[in-house]
């Protein structure tokens, strides 16, 4: 990303050009296809390939791969928040057997709440008009402050090992890993929303 340059999103396929749609939203979109396994390989590629081009091109299911993958890898950065903790061993292998500390689709509340906070950006209202690129900037500049970057901190802190002196604090940040993981055994909206609100300090005055 340059600050000097502006973004041209454009594609040529045999001599015409196509202008690509790589708004945050239709990203997103494009990743939760590719997670979709209740539909077919085909079909998910032709609807990926039609998202990102805006045309279902005559061509082979090979080429459109190829088109998709290209993009990608030409157009799209790869998203990766900097997560704003210290870490011992910053290797590549290290990185690689990290477990994941957050995921665009399921964190979006927090997501939301966090670039309203810091930047007053209502995402629901810059559908198909925030470029992905601007929008993964953004994500990795919100402050640690923010929902967001809490919760990547909770499911990235390390539970202390047990002494007589921390099983308090032991206990309190095993609760906050389960509370804020990814993969929720606690289907009872309600019971997660009150572990929530307890979490970041208790209801405010006047709650109920």
Same mark, same amino acid.
């Given at each position: 990303?340059?600050?000097?340059?502006?973004?041209?999103?454009?594609?040529?396929?045999?001599?015409?050009?196509?202008? @690509? *749609? %790589?708004?945050?939203?239709?990203?997103?979109?494009?990743? /939760?296809?590719?997670?979709?396994?209740? =539909?077919?390989?085909? $079909?998910?590629?032709?609807?990926?390939?039609?998202?990102?081009?805006?045309?279902? @091109? *005559? %061509?082979?299911?090979?080429?459109k791969?190829?088109?998709? /993958?290209?993009?990608?890898s030409?157009? =799209?950065?790869k998203? $990766?928040?900097?997560?704003?903790?210290?870490?011992?061993?910053?290797?590549?292998?290290?990185?690689?057997?990290?477990?994941?500390?957050?995921?665009?689709?399921?964190?979006?509340?927090?997501?939301?709440?966090?670039?309203?906070?810091?930047y007053?950006i209502?995402?629901?209202e810059?559908?198909?008009?925030?470029?992905?690129?601007?929008?993964?900037?953004?994500?990795?500049?919100?402050?640690?402050?923010?929902?967001?970057?809490?919760?990547?901190?909770?499911?990235?802190?390390?539970?202390?090992?047990?002494?007589?002196?921390?099983?308090?604090?032991r206990?309190?940040?095993?609760?906050?890993?389960?509370?804020?993981?990814?993969e929720?055994?606690?289907?009872?909206?309600?019971?997660?929303?009150?572990?929530?609100?307890?979490?970041?300090?208790?209801?405010?005055?006047?709650?109920?």
């Amino acid at each position: 990303m340059r600050l000097t340059e502006r973004f041209h999103d454009v594609l040529w396929i045999d001599e015409c050009k196509y202008q @690509l *749609d %790589l708004s945050f939203d239709n990203i997103l979109r494009i990743h /939760e296809l590719k997670d979709d396994l209740k =539909i077919d390989n085909k $079909k998910r590629i032709e609807l990926m390939f039609e998202m990102l081009v805006g045309s279902d @091109l *005559d %061509l082979t299911l090979e080429q459109k791969v190829e088109t998709i /993958e290209y993009i990608f890898s030409e157009f =799209i950065t790869k998203e $990766k928040v900097q997560e704003k903790a210290d870490t011992e061993d910053s290797s590549e292998e290290s990185e690689q057997n990290k477990p994941k500390s957050y995921d665009l689709s399921k964190d979006a509340d927090y997501i939301f709440a966090s670039f309203f906070m810091d930047y007053g950006i209502d995402l629901i209202e810059r559908q198909g008009e925030l470029h992905w690129r601007k929008f993964i900037a953004l994500l990795n500049g919100l402050s640690e402050k923010t929902p967001f970057m809490q919760v990547i901190k909770i499911r990235t802190m390390e539970v202390p090992k047990a002494n007589k002196h921390n099983q308090e604090e032991r206990k309190r940040i095993k609760k906050l890993k389960r509370i804020y993981a990814l993969e929720r055994e606690d289907d009872d909206g309600s019971q997660v929303f009150d572990d929530m609100v307890n979490a970041f300090g208790g209801r405010p005055e006047g709650g109920e």
